[in-house]
């Protein structure tokens, strides 16, 4: 599997690690990793080996300590903070694990909400969030809240507001990880469907083996060490 | 939707807290707008009086008086214009509590010199005729509803006997800030008595009020006044109405400035306790908020969502405290009005009650506000789950 196209994302030489005190713990070394566009990519291994780090570290919500990551051809490890927060506006949809969905916005304005930040007029935003939420089959919960929707629904409707923006590519962290079997059994299916259908390239952590399934590619963490893809 | 959709959904979303912190902000802003009208109330003798108002006073104390002959002399100094008297007579209307300012004076030169106390002219004429009238102020007037003709009895404290005097007229203020509880009555009447009944206390003046030409020229004849009766058996002693009014005023100043102290500690208060609110509110949201920050908001939008919050908070208390201290003013000046002839809300006191609520509203986001914006996203998120 693997390069059947352009990679999407060039990961070259990048290193991180936290310092707890004087402590310092080196979680990803030297890491180098070519995704593709179109790509279903799973990262699977033990807790604390740095799959999180990683991920957060592709979609520009952390910073590397040294190396380089390209997203569509572009540094964004160069970026100061708010070029940062632009690009993923634009390029980045997150899924975590638990739905992250803002309690007081109903489905339809959780949905709507990296809209804002767009030029978009309302009209043009209803017809997304309404394409989008239709997308996950939650358009007769649009003015739910959060508390009135299931774990999965509300991860559908994380989903949801995770494509409205159309992005580059989506990051998932865990996705099912709080979920009942059937319930993740549906936002793996939407997700594989994305991929499938729209060419979304996804990459996503899981504990899961059923959820790995879906995806086209493994890589195995150890301890900061990327196994080759499976 | 909107930010502000979201401010508002925030800020209602504990509402017992958010209630409780609006009932804090109410309760702030009245004490402060009550305490800062209690102020204003306290100076507005003090702004009510004119530039062109000289007082002369016995120079040893304000309560040995001035015999009349000064009058003569004083008329003759250049720069004045005219003269008038008046005696603090301290008559009590049935009973102590009643309080009302009531005095004895020359009615022509008197209202001509004071022309914001504003009569009808058959009034103002019935007024002069008759020896035994009395004029007295709309709000006192109302306060014990005396009609025209009605006769009015004051217990003397100083001039000991029952005074009855018929009440000729009712003036009203020319300016909002014009005291409308006063009582002045002929300055003869009171004389013709006493030359019968004490005459060594006939013939004399608690007060002389001379008007002058043009403010300017204050100095120089309160200066020629008291040199002319320089050496004499009573010395004198001039000043503006405005030293003269605050010469009252200073004895309690230091009180004023306590209430001033006060009302200030009010608002320090309360913008802890916003603050402490605000404090608890964003501290539960970091995960809430760096969310928003995952999807591409900045440090910006968080501070709209924490300040607009806060002021949201604060404003909603300031227009209830605002409207609130009316009837608070309405209740405070029937029970203790007198003693402060002008108890009104001014302008200034609603717009400085609004400044320290936006104040507070502002203070009481800052540290939240840089918290959220200085958040690290990936720390953020791990504190949800
Ligand atoms: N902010 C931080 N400060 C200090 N150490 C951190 C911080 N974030 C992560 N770590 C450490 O980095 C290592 C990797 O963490 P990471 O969250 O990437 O693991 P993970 O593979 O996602 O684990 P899990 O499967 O449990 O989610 C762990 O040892 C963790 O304790
Ligand atoms: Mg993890």
């Given at each position: 599997m693997g390069n059947r196209k352009q990679p999407i994302v060039e990961i070259r030489n990048l290193s991180k690690s936290y310092r707890r005190g004087s402590e310092v713990i080196s979680v990803l070394e030297n890491i180098n990793l070519d995704i593709p566009e179109g790509e279903f990519l799973a990262f699977m291994g033990p807790s604390g080996s740095g799959k999180s780090t990683l991920l957060n570290l592709i979609a520009g919500i952390?910073?590397?300590?040294?190396?380089?990551?390209?997203?569509?051809?572009?540094?964004?490890?160069?970026?100061?903070?708010?070029?940062?927060?632009?690009?993923?506006?634009?390029?980045?949809?997150?899924?975590f694990q638990f739905y992250n969905l803002i309690p007081v916005l109903t489905a339809?304005?959780?949905?709507?909400?990296?809209?804002?930040?767009t030029w978009l007029s309302r009209k043009e935003r209803r017809e997304h969030v309404e394409a989008a939420l239709r997308m996950v089959n939650l358009s007769d919960r649009m003015d739910h809240?959060?508390?009135?929707?299931?774990?999965?629904?509300?991860?559908?409707?994380?989903?949801?507001?995770?494509?409205?923006?159309?992005?580059?590519?989506?990051?998932?962290?865990?996705?099912?990880?709080?979920?009942?079997?059937?319930?993740?059994?549906?936002?793996?299916?939407?997700?594989?469907?994305?991929?499938?259908?729209?060419?979304?390239?996804?990459?996503?952590?899981?504990?899961?083996?059923?959820?790995?399934?879906?995806?086209?590619?493994?890589?195995?963490?150890?301890?900061?060490?990327?196994?080759?893809?499976? | 939707m909107h930010l502000f959709k979201l401010i508002y959904r925030n800020t209602f979303r504990h509402k017992q807290r958010t209630w409780l912190t609006i009932l804090g902000v109410t309760i702030a802003i009245?004490?402060?707008?009550?305490?800062?009208?209690?102020?204003?109330?306290?100076?507005?003798?003090?702004?009510?009086?004119?530039?062109?108002?000289?007082?002369?006073?016995?120079?040893?104390?304000?309560?040995?008086?001035?015999?009349?002959?000064?009058?003569?002399k004083i008329q003759r100094i250049p720069g004045v214009e005219n003269v008038s008297y008046a005696?603090?007579?301290?008559?009590?209307?049935?009973?102590?509590?009643?309080?009302?300012?009531?005095?004895?004076?020359?009615?022509?030169?008197?209202l001509e010199i004071y022309p914001e106390y504003v009569l009808p002219d058959d009034q103002k004429a019935a007024f002069f005729r008759d020896r035994g009238a009395v004029i007295a102020g709309r709000k006192v007037a109302e306060r014990f509803d005396w009609k025209i003709g009605d006769t009015i009895p004051l217990i003397g404290t100083i001039y000991p006997g029952t005074w009855n005097f018929t009440l000729r007229g009712i003036y009203h203020g020319a300016e909002k800030n014009t005291d409308e509880t006063q009582f002045f009555f002929h300055w003869n009447y009171l004389n013709e008595s006493l030359k019968k009944s004490l005459p060594n206390r006939a013939d004399q003046v608690g007060i002389y009020i001379e008007k002058i030409a043009d403010p300017d020229l204050a100095p120089r004849v309160s200066e020629a006044i008291d040199e002319t009766f320089k050496n004499s058996l009573a010395e004198t002693l001039t000043e503006t109405e405005k030293s003269f009014q605050l010469s009252f005023i200073s004895m309690t100043e230091a009180i004023v400035v306590v209430i001033q102290l006060v009302s200030f500690m009010v608002i320090i208060i309360i913008m802890a306790v916003v603050a402490n609110t605000m404090v608890m509110t964003a501290r539960e949201r970091i995960g809430e908020y760096a969310i928003m920050k995952t999807l591409g908001f900045g440090g910006w939008h968080l501070s709209v969502l924490i300040f607009g919050e806060s002021l949201l908070i604060t404003t909603i208390g300031c227009v209830f405290g605002v409207a609130l201290t009316f009837p608070s003013a309405k209740i405070f000046r029937e029970h203790i009005g007198t003693y402060f002839p002008v108890f009104t809300i001014s302008l200034n006191t609603m717009l400085l009650s609004l400044a320290a609520s936006t104040l507070v509203g502002i203070m009481a986001a800052v540290a939240p506000a840089w918290h959220a914006t200085r958040i690290r996203i990936a720390e953020g998120l791990r504190r949800i789950g």
């Open positions: 952390d910073g590397a300590d040294s190396g380089m990551i390209l997203v569509g051809g572009v540094d964004i490890t160069s970026m100061t903070e708010s070029e940062l927060a632009y690009w993923r506006s634009i390029n980045v949809g997150f899924i339809f304005e959780n949905v709507e909400l990296p809209l804002l930040l809240y959060p508390g009135q929707l299931s774990g999965g629904q509300q991860q559908r409707v994380a989903i949801a507001r995770a494509i409205v923006t159309d992005p580059t590519i989506l990051v998932a962290d865990e996705p099912t990880g709080d979920l009942d079997r059937a319930s993740a059994e549906s936002v793996l299916g939407l997700m594989a469907l994305l991929n499938r259908e729209f060419g979304k390239t996804i990459i996503m952590v899981t504990h899961d083996p059923h959820a790995a399934e879906k995806a086209h590619t493994i890589i195995t963490f150890e301890k900061g060490i990327l196994g080759a893809p499976v | 009245l004490a402060f707008g009550i305490l800062r009208t209690l102020v204003n109330a306290w100076y507005a003798g003090v702004e009510a009086s004119s530039s062109v108002r000289l007082i002369t006073r016995n120079s040893i104390s304000l309560v040995f008086p001035l015999p009349l002959s000064y009058k003569e005696v603090w007579f301290n008559g009590t209307y049935i009973s102590e509590k009643n309080f009302i300012p009531n005095f004895a004076i020359e009615p022509e030169s008197f």
